[in-house]
C-alpha cells in the first residue's frame, strides 16, 4: 500500500497533509517531520500493518531554485 503526502513549510515549520487519508502532522525540521508522518501512518494503517501489508510513503514536495548566477555565488 503507498500512501501519499504533500509536504510544505508554512513558514515556521514543515507540514504534511495526507492525500486520500486523514493524516496531518507538523515539526521543526524535515527529519521530524519523517519520522512524524511514519508515526502517524503506522498508527492510522496499524490492522493493515498487523494483517501483513506493507506501507510505502510517498512524499510530494515544491522546491524552489535559484538561477545560475545565485546559485554560483551562494
Known amino acids: 500500500m503507498v500512501v501519499k503526502f504533500e509536504v510544505y513549510s508554512d513558514g515556521e515549520q514543515w507540514c504534511a497533509r495526507g492525500i486520500s ?11 521530524d517531520l519523517m519520522a512524524e508522518v511514519k508515526e502517524a501512518a503506522a498508527c492510522h494503517f496499524e490492522e493493515e500493518l498487523k494483517g501483513g501489508r506493507p506501507l510505502n510513503i510517498l512524499f510530494l514536495t515544491e522546491a524552489e531554485v535559484s538561477s545560475v548566477a545565485e546559485a554560483a555565488a551562494g
Do not use: E, P, S
Open 21 to 31: 487519508t486523514d493524516i496531518f502532522t507538523c515539526a521543526r525540521t524535515l527529519d
